[in-house]
C-alpha cells in the first residue's frame, strides 16, 4: 500500500520533504475554522479575539502538543498497521481518555476532511487517489478502535482485544 508517512523519523530520513510542523497546522487551522464547535474542548488551545477570529498565537505549545500527537499517533498507527494488537490496543486506549476530555466518535470522524485536506496541500502531487485511499482507510482504521474505546471506557485494553 503507498502511504507517505508522517511520522517524525520518515521526516528526518527524508523520505519526504513536507515540513512536519506544516501539514500539522495546516490540518488543525482547517479543523477549527470549518468545524467551530470543537474550538471548546480547546480552551487552552484556541481562543477568539474580540473581531470574532481565532486567535491561534494564545497557546501554540498546546495546539502544538495535541496536534503533533495526533499526527504522531497516526505515524504510528501507519508504522503498526502489521501489529494489530498493539495499533488496536493504543486506539482503544487514546479513544477512552477522549470521552474524559467529551470528546464523542462523530467528532473524530469530522477530523478527517481537515487531515485529508492538509495532506493534500502539504504533499501535492504526492497525494495522488491511491495515496488519499490508503490514507483514509487507515483513518476510518483507527477511528473504529478509537470509537470502541470511547464506547467501553472500562474495557482492559491489554486482555480483551483482538
Ligand atoms: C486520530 C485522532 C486523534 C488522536 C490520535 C488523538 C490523540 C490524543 C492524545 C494522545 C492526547 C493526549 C492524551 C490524552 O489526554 O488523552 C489527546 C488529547 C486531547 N484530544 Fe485528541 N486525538 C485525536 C483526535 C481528537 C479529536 C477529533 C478531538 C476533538 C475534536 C480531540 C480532542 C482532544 C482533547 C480536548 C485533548 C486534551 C487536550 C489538553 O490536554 O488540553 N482529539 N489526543
Not at 503498526?80 to 498493539?86: A, H, P, Q, V
Not at 487531515?115 to 487507515?138: M, Q
Given at each position: ?17 513536507v ?10 487551522y ?7 464547535d470543537m ?6 488551545i ?5 473581531s470574532n ?5 494564545m ?21 503498526s ?39 493534500g ?15 483514509r ?14 464506547k ?11
Amino acid at each position: 500500500m503507498a502511504v507517505y508517512y508522517t511520522s517524525r523519523s520518515r521526516y528526518q530520513n527524508k523520505r519526504f520533504c513536507v515540513d512536519y510542523w506544516t501539514i500539522t497546522r495546516t490540518c488543525f487551522y482547517r479543523f477549527f475554522e470549518t468545524e467551530p464547535d470543537m474550538k471548546a474542548l480547546f480552551p487552552k488551545i484556541v481562543q477568539m479575539n474580540e473581531s470574532n477570529q481565532l486567535e491561534w498565537q494564545m497557546d501554540r505549545d498546546m495546539l502544538q502538543k495535541h496536534a503533533v500527537t495526533v499526527m504522531e499517533g497516526l505515524g504510528a498507527a501507519v508504522e503498526s498497521l502489521e501489529d494489530s494488537d498493539f495499533l488496536n490496543s493504543v486506539m482503544v486506549s487514546i479513544g477512552q481518555t477522549h470521552v474524559r476530555r467529551n470528546v464523542k466518535p462523530q467528532y473524530v470522524k469530522k477530523l478527517w476532511p481537515s487531515l485529508h485536506y492538509g495532506l493534500g496541500v502539504c504533499l501535492g502531487d504526492h497525494y495522488n487517489k491511491e495515496v488519499s485511499e490508503a490514507w483514509r482507510k487507515v483513518y476510518i482504521y483507527i477511528s473504529a478502535q478509537m470509537t470502541r474505546g470511547m464506547k467501553n471506557p472500562n474495557l482492559k485494553t491489554n486482555d480483551e482485544l483482538s
